[in-house]
C-alpha cells in the first residue's frame, strides 16, 4: 500500500494548520525530492475572478518556505484557461493571480504562467498512450527540475472531482492540450427549458452559440471546442452535455497527460490535496458555491492516484451538508449524486493501469 498522509483541520494555540503543512511535508518526504539548486514548480490554481474558493496563498507560502530550507528554488506556476475568463493569456492570469493573493510578498515565490504569454510554449513528450502518443506539456513545468502539485480537492462537472491527477493533467497541458482533452464533449441546448438569455453565448470561447428564430440558444457543434463552459453558465441547466463518446475519455485522456507531465521527474513530484472548501465545481468559474461536506484536512503523498483515493473516501465518509448541491445529505457518493453521468473511478482506474500510483493506501493520520 501507498502510504498517504493527513492531517484533520484542528489547529491550538502552539500548532496552526500552517505548522501542520510544513510537518506533512516532511512526513511525506518531500524533502528528499529537492536537491541544492533545483528549480522546483509549484503547482497551484491561481482562481478565476470572483472565485472564493481556491487554496489560500498564506497556505502555500509555508510550502515554498519548506523547499526553500531545502535548497530549492521556487516558482508558482499555472497555465492558460481554453474558455474566456480573465486567465486566457499571461497578462490577464498574472494579473488574477496578484488579485487573488498571490503576490511575491504574500507567497514569497515568481509566479510563472508555465505555457507563456498566449499558452503556446510547451514540449512535446513521447508516451505509449491509448489516446495519445505525444503529449503537450507547459515548457516551464517541463524544465522544472522538480514538482510540487497543491490541489484543491472539489467537485468537477466532466471528471466527478478535480484532485491531484487532474490538477497536474488538464493543469500542465498547454491550451492546445485543453483542446485535444476536451474534443469529446458536446453540448446540447434543451430547447424546453432556455429561455434565451444568451448568457451562455457571452462564455463560449469558440463563437459556437447563438440565438435562433424560436429565440432558444443553438450550438454550432462544427464550432464547438468542447470546454464545458455553457453547460455551468446556464441559469436553468438548459445545457446538457451529450459525449461523442463515452464520458469516460477525457478522465484517461486526463490521466495520460499526468503522465506526460511526470515522466522527466522520477522521484521528483510530491502532492498535497486540500480538502477544504468542497464546492461543487471547479475553481476555473467565477463563483464558488456552497460546500457539499465540512471540511476536512490536509493530505500529502507521492502518489497521486493513493491520494485522490484517499481524498475521496473522506470526503464521501463525510456527513453532506444540507442546503447544499446534494439533494441527499446523507448520499454514499456525493460526487456522483451531483454528477450522475460521470464516474469518477475511471481516473483512478486508468492511474493505476498507466503506472502512476495505487488505489490501495495506507492512510497515516499526522497530529
Not at 468559474?285 to 492516484?305: F, H, K, M, Q, Y
Amino acid at each position: 500500500m501507498t502510504e498517504v498522509y493527513f492531517s484533520n483541520m484542528r489547529a491550538e494555540k502552539k500548532r496552526s494548520l500552517l505548522d501542520k503543512i510544513e510537518t506533512l511535508f516532511d512526513k511525506a518526504g518531500f524533502s528528499h525530492l529537492i536537491k541544492k539548486g533545483d528549480m522546483v514548480a509549484v503547482k497551484v490554481h491561481f482562481g478565476e475572478r470572483g472565485n472564493t474558493a481556491f487554496i489560500s496563498p498564506i497556505f502555500i507560502r509555508r510550502i515554498v518556505d519548506k523547499v526553500k530550507k531545502c535548497g530549492g528554488k521556487p516558482f508558482l506556476i499555472d497555465t492558460s484557461t481554453l474558455y474566456v475568463g480573465s486567465r486566457a493569456n499571461a497578462v490577464e492570469h498574472l494579473i488574477t493571480a496578484i488579485e487573488n493573493g498571490f503576490d511575491y510578498s504574500v507567497v514569497g515565490a515568481p509566479l510563472i504562467i508555465a505555457d507563456g504569454l498566449n499558452g503556446k510554449d510547451y514540449f512535446e513528450v513521447k508516451i505509449e498512450g491509448k489516446h495519445f502518443k505525444k503529449v503537450k506539456i507547459a515548457s516551464a513545468a517541463y524544465l522544472a527540475d522538480c514538482l510540487i502539485a497543491v490541489s484543491h480537492f472539489k467537485g468537477h462537472e466532466l471528471t466527478g472531482f478535480g484532485g491531484a491527477l487532474k490538477n497536474i493533467g488538464m493543469g500542465l497541458g498547454c491550451r492546445s492540450a485543453k483542446q485535444e482533452m476536451h474534443s469529446d464533449v458536446l453540448p446540447e441546448v434543451d430547447s424546453t427549458i432556455c429561455t434565451g438569455c444568451q448568457k451562455c453565448i457571452h462564455w463560449c470561447p469558440a463563437g459556437a452559440i447563438k440565438i435562433n428564430v424560436m429565440g432558444k440558444a443553438e450550438i454550432d457543434h462544427k464550432k464547438c471546442m468542447g470546454c464545458g463552459e455553457c453547460t455551468v453558465t446556464c441559469p436553468l441547466s438548459a445545457i446538457k452535455i451529450h459525449w461523442e463518446t463515452e464520458p469516460d475519455v477525457i478522465q484517461e485522456k486526463i490521466v495520460e497527460y499526468a503522465l506526460g507531465a511526470m515522466k522527466n521527474k522520477v522521484n521528483k513530484v510530491g502532492f498535497f490535496n486540500f480538502v477544504i472548501n468542497i464546492t461543487p465545481d471547479c475553481d476555473c468559474w467565477g463563483w464558488s458555491d456552497a460546500p457539499i461536506a465540512r471540511d476536512i484536512g490536509i493530505l500529502a503523498s507521492t502518489d497521486p492516484v493513493a491520494i485522490d483515493q484517499a481524498s475521496v473516501d473522506l470526503v464521501n465518509s463525510a456527513q453532506g451538508i444540507e442546503q447544499s448541491r446534494l439533494k441527499n445529505s446523507s448520499v454514499k457518493d456525493k460526487f456522483r449524486a451531483i454528477f450522475p453521468s460521470v464516474d469518477w473511478n475511471v481516473q483512478l482506474d486508468y492511474g493505476k493501469k498507466v503506472g502512476l500510483g495505487k488505489r490501495a493506501y495506507n492512510l497515516i493520520e499526522v497530529e
